[in-house]
């Protein structure tokens, strides 16, 4: 399985800017959409962002995705406390057959 | 209702097999409408996908995982399972189901990289 790079931590007080980096290749961000999930400690995932840029309905516009290259990001605008949470950077890979390749994780923490 | 809900055994023991079933409700959607998805979180780490599956059959696995995984779907249940077999230690995991990519008649929409909704998901400890 494919794995995509996302840094492990990131921080940032409450209203800050926060933004995280999902870095994979050709074969997956480069050429197929990005998704986002955020994870609060003891539930389920949740979808954040799909195709790069889109929010479902009820998810804060505060929440922005990007996607250049091989690469993507996730912005947190006017960081929260409930933002603290783990976030996820997903995308199909077209190798190997076709796979869903997954960030590691990055831990938002508000201090 | 809760869309998804996994069940299954919550110990299973090593060398042994791994099932679980998710149930589909009529919030979580039509069940030959989307693909269906299994990933799992193993404690303290990172999300890990298994596997989709369409009702038409269509499956995709995790290529590390794809000589001990099946998925499988019963739509008249509206359910679909999953088996891992010769399990270890390793997979120790809290398993989730989840909604995957709608396809019509004629195409597919979005990505197999869409995973919502969620079910609670359920933690499954191999041990003896």
């Not at chain 1, 091989?70 to 406390?81: D, K, R, V, Y």
């Not at chain 2, 069940?7 to 009529?26: A, D, H, I, Y």
């Not at chain 2, 299994?38 to 290529?63: D, M």
Request: with cysteine; proline share 6%.
């Amino acid at each position: 399985q494919s794995m995509l790079t996302q840094p492990p931590s990131a921080s940032g007080t409450p209203g800050q800017r926060v933004t995280i980096s999902c870095s994979g290749s050709s074969s997956n961000i480069g050429s197929n959409p990005v998704y986002w999930y955020q994870q609060v400690p003891g539930t389920a995932p949740k979808l954040l962002i799909y195709s790069n840029n889109r929010r479902p309905s009820g998810v804060p516009d505060r929440f922005s995705g990007s996607r250049s290259g091989a690469s993507a990001s996730l912005a947190i605008s006017g960081l929260q406390s409930e933002d603290e949470a783990d976030y996820y950077c997903v995308a199909w890979d077209d190798s190997q057959n076709g796979h869903v390749a997954l960030g590691g994780g990055t831990k938002v923490t508000v201090l | 209702q809760v869309p998804l809900q996994e069940s299954g055994p919550r110990l299973v023991k090593p060398s042994e097999t791994l099932s679980l079933t998710c149930t589909v409700s009529v919030t979580g959607g039509p069940i030959d409408y989307f693909y269906w998805s299994w990933l799992r979180q193993s404690p303290g780490k990172g999300l890990e996908w298994i596997g989709n599956i369409f009702h038409s059959g269509s499956t995709y696995y995790n290529p590390s995982l794809k000589s001990r995984v099946t998925l499988a779907i019963d739509t008249s249940e509206k359910q679909f399972s999953l088996r891992v077999r010769s399990v270890t230690a390793a997979d120790t995991a809290v398993y989730y189901c989840a909604r995957g990519r709608s396809c019509d008649s004629k195409t597919c929409y979005d990505s197999h990289a869409w995973f919502g909704p969620w079910g609670r998901g359920t933690l499954v400890t191999v041990s003896s």
